[in-house]
């Protein structure tokens, strides 16, 4: 598939909300889903028909191709990004640890682990895996948000947030209205670092994948020439949402899934024989098997036979891939979940409340493969387009966002960062 790399620059304040609010105040939420992308775009597409050189209500039908038809554009969410240094960020893994008393990264605080591996050791042994923090031995939490890595550093992207105040207008005498007071949470348009006299445009990072690429081409092209026209979230009457976009077609590059995998078993099969100082197992579970994880980068909308889940079954991943290998198997789950609405411009009306998975939600699978481990080669093809279209429902708004085998699921205890 064809991708278009976005990097949105925020001029005013964004109203994202993470729900409707059940009080006077309404949540910001720490990111640009791809939903509020897709409804900007189209937005202003249909505002535009008829009145551009690349109208996508003609031509074939491209905004049908875009948004309605069978394979749809998928659009990513756009995730906090850095400035300097321009790194890829992700979503950290549900089971990552810090310590409690000074949680982050090193060398400012006490350091970031993982824990899926020694955790996965630790069961198949008969043990129970309860870590403290490496450095002061003090008790350890989880470890949520995202994060990037430049240099072997490890750097966790922040989002300033603010309230704004406002009261309600009498409508009929244009005046404040009494006993109208609210306030509306926003992430701030300006970043500002620990240097004084110091700010920093906030920035997101998304991507939208097409299939034809003609279309990804005029796709590119119109944001390229709309850069100022978008505004995403809520108050948009009243100033807030306004953005700059840059949109850049991507190079084809082959992914890094095949070294990510590899990575991923070298390490367990050398943990596995580190536990064996323990006693034995009852089982050698890492004989002639591979291990791969699915690490949901997004909220995902998961259905098992009709019914909402936030476990991604050995049924439904065979599903998801086309491969009906009997030998697949589930070995842990770490998952949480939450609930999800929205705002349809196109209908006016709210979306209708969804359960979804919390991002960050870690699944370890497993296949059987002989010893060239040629079985694994169609795995691989298929996981690799897992982590393009995603998986689950409404994918094309940017929920079911996965990648396979996470770089930090790498980082054990004794190697915190």
């Known amino acids: 598939m064809n991708r278009i790399d976005l990097e949105i620059k925020a001029r005013s304040p964004l109203a994202i909300g993470k729900q409707k609010p059940s009080s006077s105040v309404s949540e910001a939420d720490e990111y640009i889903s791809g939903s509020v992308i897709r409804g900007a775009i189209a937005a202003q597409i249909l505002q535009q028909s008829g009145h551009s050189s690349n109208d996508f209500s003609t031509?074939?039908?491209d905004f049908q191709n875009l948004f309605l038809g069978d394979r749809p554009a998928i659009?990513?969410?756009?995730?906090?990004?850095?400035?300097?240094p321009q790194i890829a960020v992700q979503v950290m893994p549900s089971t990552v640890l810090s310590s409690k008393n000074q949680s982050g990264f090193k060398p400012e605080n006490n350091g970031v682990f993982d824990t899926l591996i020694d955790r996965f050791c630790a069961k198949a042994y008969g043990h129970l895996y309860d870590p403290n923090c490496p450095t002061d031995g003090d008790?350890?939490?989880?470890?949520?948000?995202?994060?990037?890595?430049?240099?072997?550093?490890?750097?966790?992207?922040?989002?300033?947030?603010?309230?704004?105040?406002?009261?309600?207008?009498?409508?009929?005498?244009?005046?404040?209205?009494e006993q109208i007071?609210?306030?509306?949470?926003?992430?701030n348009e300006l970043k500002i670092p620990s240097k004084p006299h110091k700010t920093e445009p906030s920035i997101y990072r998304s991507s939208i994948y097409v299939d034809d690429a003609?279309?990804?081409a005029s796709l590119q092209q119109f944001i390229h020439a709309n850069s100022q026209q978008f505004r995403f979230g809520g108050s948009a009457s009243r100033g807030l949402g306004k953005t700059e976009i840059t949109a850049t077609l991507a190079k084809q590059t082959k992914p890094d899934l095949d070294q990510r995998v590899s990575s991923f078993n070298e390490k367990l099969t050398k943990r596995w024989k580190d536990w064996q100082i323990f006693g034995?197992?009852?089982e050698d579970v890492t004989k002639n098997r591979k291990f791969f994880t699915l690490d949901l980068q997004s909220d995902a909308i998961l259905t098992d036979q009709w019914r909402r889940t936030t476990v991604i079954s050995e049924a439904m991943l065979k599903q998801f891939t086309g491969i009906a290998d009997p030998s697949l198997k589930l070995h842990v789950v770490y998952s949480s979940y939450d609930y999800r609405s929205g705002w349809n411009a196109a209908w006016g009306l709210m979306k209708d409340v969804e359960l979804v998975t919390n991002r960050g939600g870690v699944y370890l699978f497993s296949v059987e493969v002989n010893e060239k481990g040629d079985r694994f080669a169609e795995w691989l093809e298929a996981l690799e387009l897992l982590e393009i279209k995603g998986?689950?429902?409404?994918?094309?708004?940017?929920?079911?966002?996965?990648?396979?085998?996470?770089?930090?699921?790498?980082?054990?205890?004794?190697?915190s960062v």
């Open 59 to 61: 031509n074939g039908g």
């Open 75 to 84: 659009f990513q969410n756009a995730y906090p990004a850095f400035v300097n």
């Open 139 to 177: 008790r350890v939490d989880a470890f949520t948000g995202f994060y990037g890595i430049a240099n072997g550093k490890y750097y966790k992207p922040l989002v300033d947030k603010r309230l704004l105040t406002r009261v309600g207008i009498n409508r009929r005498r244009a005046v404040s209205e």
């Open 181 to 187: 007071l609210y306030s509306i949470e926003v992430m």
């Open 214 to 216: 003609d279309l990804a």
């Open 280 to 282: 034995k197992s009852q």
């Open 391 to 415: 998986l689950g429902d409404r994918t094309s708004e940017g929920f079911g966002q996965v990648q396979v085998c996470n770089d930090f699921h790498l980082v054990l205890r004794e190697e």
